[in-house]
């Protein structure tokens, strides 16, 4: 069971200055276990801010984050890596450029697990390893002796999505992730975050700016407009919802 529950969540930073802004404003949001949801947005929305406040890295300014009936709120970004996972825009977060991707793969293994980052036992697990990329575009199979730093952005990408889902995390957090690759590629990975979300039964928030890949994507679609979700769609409804009339919620 993975379900996420938002409370009562309002962000405002440099409080007290004239800078002060409130970016997320009473977010209240309960996603049901094995929901992928597609998030929609105006650049500044608050999207990102949102993810952040869910995994971790930035606190809220009052509010809760629960998960499966454990309060995560006062948990460090670390701690809540055990339960949720993230993939960033930028392909060269997320890995270790100067491990290969074999050494790459047995650190996400071990996340969470044990203390430090010993890399014991690498050999033992290059079968399973093997087996694992096989099935994944961009031939990484061909590349588990390679240093991540001199694969292709794509291929960093597709190992970033791979190490997130590794040990099935309760909670898979996408930000842009396809949205620094060629059309072909983006493709293939979102095709494959799809399937590992099904095969998985991950419960998936899927920040993206392509109207059409949040309709086709996913059970349920949300837009945040000026910090507030201004629409939350799912079942028929949502099958009845054309990129039109998402671009209406996208007005000031
Ligand atoms: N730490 C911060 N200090 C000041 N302002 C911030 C901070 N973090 C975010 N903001 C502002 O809050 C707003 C929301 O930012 P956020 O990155 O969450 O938006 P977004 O919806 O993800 O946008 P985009 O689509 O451009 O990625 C923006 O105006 C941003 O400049």
């Known amino acids: 069971m993975s379900v996420l529950e938002l409370k009562h ?18 977010i209240n949001l309960k996603l049901n276990d094995g929901d992928f949801v597609t998030l929609l947005g105006t650049n500044g929305a608050g999207k990102s801010t949102l993810l952040n406040t869910i995994n971790g890295s930035l606190a809220p300014t009052t509010g809760k984050v629960v998960l499966d009936d454990k309060d995560l709120t006062s948990l460090s970004e670390v701690k809540r890596a055990k339960y949720i996972s993230q993939v960033f825009q930028d392909p060269k977060m997320g890995t270790a450029p100067r491990m290969t991707v074999a050494e790459n793969l047995l650190l996400a293994t071990k ?46 990408q597709t190992l970033s999505f791979l190490m997130a889902t590794i040990n099935k995390p309760d909670l898979l ?11 072909n590629t983006s493709r293939g990975l979102l ?59 996208f007005t000031d």
Do not use: W
């Not at 969470?112 to 890399?119: I, T």
């Not at 957090?173 to 059309?183: F, K, N, S, V, W």
């Not at 700016?209 to 949300?222: E, F, S």
């Open 9 to 26: 969540i309002t962000t405002t930073v440099n409080a007290g200055t004239s800078e002060e802004k409130q970016i997320l404003k009473d």
């Open 111 to 156: 996340c969470g697990k044990h203390r430090g980052l010993k890399l014991r036992g690498l050999d033992k697990h290059m079968d399973k390893f093997s087996r694992e990329t096989a099935q994944l575009p961009n031939g990484l199979n061909d590349r588990l002796n390679t240093f991540v730093g001199n694969l292709s952005g794509g291929q960093r």
């Open 173 to 183: 957090l996408l930000d842009e992730h396809t949205a620094a690759l060629d059309p």
């Open 191 to 249: 095709e494959l975050t799809a399937k590992v979300v099904r095969e998985q039964k991950l419960t998936c928030v899927m920040i993206t700016h392509q109207l059409k890949d949040a309709l086709k994507y996913g059970n349920r679609t949300i837009i945040l407009n000026s910090g507030k979700i201004v629409l939350d769609i799912s079942g028929e409804k949502r099958k009845h919802l054309t990129e039109d009339d998402i671009l209406q919620y």
